[in-house]
């Protein structure tokens, strides 16, 4: 039975409500996404929120509360962050947003707005080691991680809205104003010396971050839409601070990806990441679509510990693209064992030198090589390339992701080249040769399995005379996947360049 579950970040910018669907196995699935602009922040008045930041807040969390009975959400988890955490009269809002909403919100320290945000990172990327930085309207959280555990963390007590006020006055920034403003940034992060020099990616969380991301993607063109795992590098996060800091609000709200409602703000988040990436010695920013939300909930759901190894995410995201896509999970997992056989048997034959790498791919795309058939089993093929290409997978890179998709959805070489000409920023020519030959593994080990009864239990490469035999073993020597299975086999010895042919064979009886 699925259940819903509604995240309310009550921000010190903005107030967003994302709604979410869960099954039986804990999976999750984005029905909903909602934000308001409140710029809290800029209500603090002598450490208090005023009338107005009051009323608004209420105003906003009776609307949320009417699309959560709309949507007929069981469980509501509400958190308020650094606007509300810093004001005298926090605890006084919140008791009102109970009274009159009946929503319990809990105000987050920073170490805990810190932590989820970390949690919401590992449970998303597969990063070893890392720094993480949340900016929002008023307040900055940082976290170091190694071997994906996390070792500091830290939450400032400014953000983008509070460090505009404090040193950008005028609509063109002055030399001065931003020299003040990049000192101030700079003193404080050297106040945490457990940052200095770790050279690994910082990882931005935080609509900031995701607004410099659609920034750059429109400036260089970027061929896919994702922002989640987009890296810009420490060259190009300067440059693009170097432009917009020389352009008035109104110029810089029509700047390609700019976020309008953000354009007054969005010049101190920016400066924070470069700051931060000189004094971490990074070379690297990488925007993360999740964080303080999806660490809430990830908490709510799975608990406090995040996934170990890159490969608990790879198999968390494979789950929920099957449950989503009502994949036939005996028919997949079946394929995958005959697939990574095949592989194993081909390298062991010297016939290629992939690694562990392409052969994790290999067994990503086996289990979701039937995504497309939910819309439509007659261009499967390439329903199941957009939405492995469009819909997020969590712990892997856009290239991981084009590659996975391009090989689940393999059925030609001219649909694989098309394919890789959307993308030519992205995937490489050189990739093609490594999806053809995995892709005719993949052709061949479905059309073992067509029936979807798990009817030829396993297969064995030999090879005799320089030729080469796979013998499938089965129940019996008629199966229907015996008659089409001349074809995928053509291609793959021409793929693998190769001379194939098969054999049938009776599996023995079990003692």
């Known amino acids: 039975m699925t259940k819903s579950i509604g995240v309310i970040d009550l921000g010190s910018n903005t107030a967003r409500l994302v709604i979410y669907k869960q099954d039986e196995q804990g999976n999750l699935i984005e029905v909903d996404n909602i934000k308001r602009s409140l710029r809290l922040s800029n209500h603090l008045q002598n450490n208090r929120l005023d009338a107005e930041g009051i009323s608004i807040t209420l105003t906003c969390l009776h609307q949320f509360k009417e699309l959560l009975d709309a949507r007929q959400v069981q469980k509501t988890i509400a958190v308020a962050t650094a606007a509300v955490r810093q004001a005298e009269n926090g605890i006084e809002l919140t008791q009102r947003i109970k009274a009159e909403t009946g929503i319990s919100v809990q105000i987050l320290t920073g170490e805990e707005e810190a932590r989820f945000g970390y949690l919401a990172v590992m449970d998303s990327m597969n990063v070893d080691e890392g720094v993480t930085i949340d900016i929002g309207g008023g307040s900055t959280e940082i976290t170091y991680f190694q071997n994906r555990r996390l070792q500091e963390s830290h939450s400032f007590p400014f953000g983008i809205v509070t460090l505009t006020k404090m040193f950008l006055h005028s609509d063109i920034p002055t030399e001065a104003e931003f020299a003040q403003l990049r000192s101030f940034l700079a003193a404080s992060f050297a106040s945490k010396p457990w940052l200095m020099g770790k050279k690994c990616p910082v990882i931005a969380i935080g609509g900031t971050a995701r607004n410099l991301g659609k920034i750059h993607q429109r400036s260089v063109h970027y061929s896919m839409d994702s922002l989640h795992h987009y890296p810009i590098s420490t060259e190009s996060v300067t440059g693009i601070l170097e432009h917009i800091r020389s352009l008035s609000l109104e110029e810089r709200r029509q700047v390609p990806g700019m976020s309008k409602d953000r354009a007054d703000v969005v010049l101190s988040g920016i400066a924070a990441f470069e700051s931060l990436l000189e004094y971490t010695g990074s070379d690297v920013l990488l925007v993360s679509n999740k964080g303080l939300r999806e660490g809430v909930l990830y908490e709510s759901v799975w608990g406090t510990e995040p996934p170990a190894t890159g490969s608990e995410i790879h ?184 001379p194939i042919s098969f054999e049938a064979a009776i599996a023995k009886p079990k003692t």
């Open 315 to 498: 198999a968390k995201t494979a789950a929920q693209f099957m449950n989503r896509y009502h994949i036939d999970r005996a028919h997949v997992e079946h394929v995958k064992g005959l697939a990574l056989s095949l592989f194993d048997q081909l390298g062991a034959q010297g016939l290629h030198t992939f690694g562990q790498a392409e052969r994790e791919l290999l067994a990503t795309a086996t289990l979701l090589h039937d995504a497309g058939r939910t819309i439509n089993v007659y261009e499967s093929s390439e329903h199941t390339f957009y939405l492995l290409s469009q819909v997020l997978m969590a712990g892997y890179t856009h290239r991981e992701r084009l590659l996975i998709a391009m090989l689940a959805a393999y059925k030609s070489n001219k649909l694989l080249v098309s394919q890789i000409n959307r993308h030519p920023d992205i995937v490489s020519k050189q990739d093609k040769s490594l999806i053809e030959k995995l892709g005719h593994i993949l052709l061949v080990s479905r059309m073992l399995d067509r029936s979807m009864t798990q009817s030829i239990r396993s297969v064995q490469l030999t090879k005799t005379n320089g030729s080469y035999s796979l013998i499938c073993v089965g129940k019996r020597t008629d199966h229907l996947e015996y008659s089409l299975l001349d074809e995928p086999l053509i291609k793959f010895s021409k793929g693998w360049k190769i």
